[in-house]
């Protein structure tokens, strides 16, 4: 049954596959903005013992990042002069050492969040999922633009403008994303259930569930691009040169029977994962 369940989801990811478009977006926005640190751990996730990771501890993460997209646009205040002269004094001495060693990202996020414990108790996890998700998508905002090749002054100027950024406006950030974790994350619990009972499964990153509005490639890329991380159980690529392949082993032809339309295929295929997915929902039923 295993042997059969492996090869069905490597068809449907096959079919799956002629269906999503191969775009790619930068940023962590592709993530839906959560907080992830370059140390972090990603894995895709499926069956029972997913299920049982969305719950809200696990969700607050995601929301943090879906609610500050949403409170942005009345969270914008103006960067301190303070601020950024005496940030850019810091990491001016940074660059004087060791100019290839500066990370604007690793920066930013570092100083920036040494704000948070001042700000926030440390019971209150949402709180500081609030505090450390403002810093971590002003910091990606404004290093995503800056190039590896960047001189360390351009890349410390990036930095102190992501930490200033996001200094300026964390506190109407917290008050703002307040009230809709609840909301949020019963919603995402939702949505954190339904991934792990589709073939790719769902995301977690450190344990914290990530919201990757069914784009995961995108996500994929965008994690690897910022922090070089992998994603364990994550087949790369998916379908190359008429080949799946996946986590569970083996490998299944992408190739169109003779006779046979791509729809037709296609649409074979997704029936055969639904089949998959109720077998799976019986299994856990005993």
């Known amino acids: 049954m295993m042997k059969l369940l492996s090869t069905t989801l490597l068809g449907a990811a096959c079919a799956l596959s002629l269906l999503l478009p191969a775009t790619a977006r930068a940023g962590l926005e592709s993530c839906g903005n959560i907080d992830v640190s370059a140390s972090a751990r990603c894995e895709l996730v499926t069956g029972g013992g997913c299920v049982a990771r969305c719950e809200p501890l696990m969700l607050e993460a995601a929301c943090a990042g879906q609610l500050y997209a949403e409170c942005e646009g009345q969270c914008d205040a103006d960067i301190s002069v303070d601020c950024r002269a005496s940030c850019q004094g810091e990491c001016s001495g940074q660059c004087e050492v060791d100019p290839p060693a500066f990370d604007c990202r690793a920066s930013c996020e570092g100083s920036c969040e040494g704000e948070c414990s001042g700000r926030c108790s440390s019971s209150d996890s949402e709180c500081q999922a609030s505090c450390r998700g403002t810093c971590s998508a002003s910091c990606d905002g404004n290093c995503e633009g800056t190039p590896p090749e960047a001189s360390c002054e351009g890349k410390c100027e990036a930095s102190c403008d992501g930490r200033c950024e996001a200094e300026a406006n964390i506190d109407c950030q917290i008050e703002c994303q307040a009230g809709g974790f609840i909301d949020c994350q019963a919603e995402l619990s939702g949505g954190c259930e339904a991934h792990c009972t589709a073939p790719e499964g769902a995301l977690f990153c450190d344990g914290n569930y990530v919201d990757y509005g069914n784009n ?28 799946c392949t996946g986590e569970a082993g083996g490998s299944l032809s992408c190739a169109l029977e003779p006779g046979m339309t791509r729809d037709a295929w296609t649409f074979g295929w997704l029936g055969l994962s639904g089949v998959v997915l109720a077998v799976a929902r019986r299994q856990r039923r005993r």
């Open 216 to 243: 995961l490639e995108e996500c994929v890329l965008a994690l690897q691009a910022a922090y070089n991380l992998e994603v364990d159980g994550y087949a790369e690529g998916m379908c190359s040169n008429g080949t």
